[in-house]
Every structure is written in C-alpha cells, then in structure tokens.
Nanobody, 127 residues
Framework: QMRPVESGGGSVQTGGSLKLSCSASWITWRTYCIGWLRQAPGKEREAVAA???????SYADSVKGRFTLSLDNAKKTLVLHMNALSPEDTAMYYC?????????????????????RGQGTQVTVSS
C-alpha cells in the first residue's frame, strides 16, 4: 500500500517557522484530498490543514492565519508552511491522502482523518 512520505519538521523556539513537505507521487486518483494531521502525546489526532484536487484549502481554527498549505498537483507534492509556532503546536505531524468520489472542498479536512498516512515527522516548539 502506497503511503505519503513526509520531510521537514524539527525543533524551533516559540514564534519560529518550519516547513513540512509531503511526497505522494503515487497518487493517480482524479479527485482526492491530501493534508496534514497531527497528534500530541495524550491527545487525539487532529486534522490541521487539507486541500482537494481542485486546490481548495481548509484549516483547523487553531492554525488559521499561521499555517499555509500548497500543492504541486503535477508532482503531488504538498507543502505546509508553519509560522508563529507555539508549544501547543508540538506534535507528530502526518501527511495523509485519500481518494474522494467528488471534489470535496473543505470537507477534505475531515476526510483526511481517515486516509493513508505516512510515518510522520516530529515538530517540537520550545518556549
């Protein structure tokens, strides 16, 4: 089963920025959702940001205005720019992708919770 491959992440101080990349070149679906999930120790997995195959993005309220998602549709490469990071953003971040029967728009944010995930990349923000 093909899975996304994440890169980036690391450790920064509060207020810093990081970039996460995800490669999902194996995707051949005509319509799909792809995005980022995160899970901190002891907390539920959360959908952070997602984009559909038409380029419609959606974000969790906790990251709106700070995180920006972009997709190279030809290469199936997803990039998440994270700014103004805080310790609350500390988590394992996973790229996730799934086929959708229709162009899903902002529904992708929920759909990626039930998607093929990568191994994850750690983001740690220190105060």
């Amino acid at each position: 089963q093909m899975r996304p491959v994440e890169s980036g992440g690391g450790s920064v101080q509060t207020g810093g920025s990081l970039k996460l990349s995800c490669s999902a070149s194996w995707i051949t679906w005509r319509t799909y959702c792809i995005g980022w999930l995160r899970q901190a120790p002891g907390k539920e997995r959360e959908a952070v940001a997602a984009i559909d195959s038409d380029g419609v993005t959606s974000y969790a309220d906790s990251v709106k205005g700070r995180f920006t998602l972009s997709l190279d549709n030809a290469k199936k490469t997803l990039v998440l720019h994270m700014n103004a990071l805080s310790p609350e953003d500390t988590a394992m971040y996973y790229c996730a992708a799934r086929e959708s029967t229709v162009v899903a728009g902002t529904h992708c944010l929920g759909l990626v919770l039930l998607a093929h995930r990568g191994q994850g990349t750690q983001v740690t923000v220190s105060s």
